[in-house]
Structure formats: structure tokens, C-alpha cells
């Protein structure tokens, strides 16, 4: 199998990730104008505990912030990335090392080495998908709706 081929968007992996409640969002900016403030504010909406990780903010959210994965009191559950691709394969060092159960890459941010080197790490992985819309499609089809 080649590294495109690869299926970083499996529905096993996307409900497992659901099922976490802890997400570290790497990258998450205090402007709310960003994709990382409203998904990260809706998932604090249906009950998630959010983390952020960036060395640029002191408190997004009513959340403190930290510089990095390895600066979190606890291992998070899930890593949420809103960073460039470029800088997937250092996230990914840091959520091995933090001891992350799973890794979740927004729209497009797409790494397949990095992704695969995660999934072989352990970690659950979903790349190239918005954990909101995610969220909300589960939503909707465990209460029976035909739009699944």
C-alpha cells in the first residue's frame, strides 16, 4: 500500500477519537475569527475539556495555555492540530512523547509520513478532516438521522 492510499479517515478511528473527552488543540489562536477558536469553542460546547498549545497565548477560552505538548500536566487524550503541514512531524514527536492516544489533523493539514509514524506509535489517527463537522455528522447519525 503507498502512503496516499493510505485511509487516514477511517469512521472506527473517527468515533474512537469522539468517544475522548480531552483534546490538547495545537495552534489554537484567541482571535475568534480563527477555524481553531469556533471548532475548539463548539467542542467545548458539547462538553469536551480543552487544552490549548501555543506559545503565543497565555489563555484562550478561559483555558491556560501552554508553549507545548510537553508542558501539559497530564497526557492528553487527543492531539488537535490547526498548524501548517510543514509543521506536522514535530507535533507528532511531541504527541508520541507526551503520551497522546490519538492524533487529529484538521482540513488540510495532511502529512502521510508523519501520520503513518504516529499510527505506528500507537495513536489513533484522522488526517484532512474537521473534528466539528465530525462531530456534528455523528451526532445526527446516532440519533437515527438519514444523513450519514
Not at 495552534?27 to 490549548?52: A, N
Not at 498549545?53 to 495555555?65: F, M, R, Y
Not at 497530564?74 to 507526551?98: G, H, L, M, T, Y
Not at 497522546?100 to 499510527?119: E, G, H, M, P, T
Request: aromatic share 8%; net charge negative.
Amino acid at each position: 500500500m503507498t502512503a496516499k492510499s493510505e485511509n487516514f479517515a477511517e469512521p472506527q478511528d473517527i468515533r474512537a477519537i469522539l468517544a475522548m473527552k480531552r483534546l490538547a488543540v495545537v495552534g489554537l489562536s484567541s482571535d475568534p475569527w480563527r477555524p481553531s477558536y469556533d471548532v475548539t469553542r463548539y467542542m467545548m460546547q458539547q462538553g469536551y475539556e480543552i487544552t490549548p498549545v501555543n506559545p503565543k497565548e497565555k489563555e484562550v477560552l478561559g483555558q491556560p495555555a501552554y508553549a507545548g505538548l510537553g508542558d501539559l500536566p497530564e497526557p492528553p487524550e487527543v492531539v488537535n492540530v490547526f498548524r501548517r503541514a510543514e509543521f506536522v512531524s514535530e507535533v507528532v514527536d511531541e504527541a508520541i512523547a507526551a503520551g497522546a492516544k490519538a492524533l487529529w489533523l484538521q482540513f488540510d493539514v495532511v502529512d502521510y509520513d508523519a501520520a503513518r509514524r504516529a499510527r505506528e506509535a500507537g495513536l489513533i489517527v484522522v488526517m484532512n478532516r474537521c473534528i466539528k463537522v465530525e462531530h456534528a455528522r455523528n451526532s445526527w447519525s446516532a440519533k437515527g438521522s438519514d444523513f450519514t
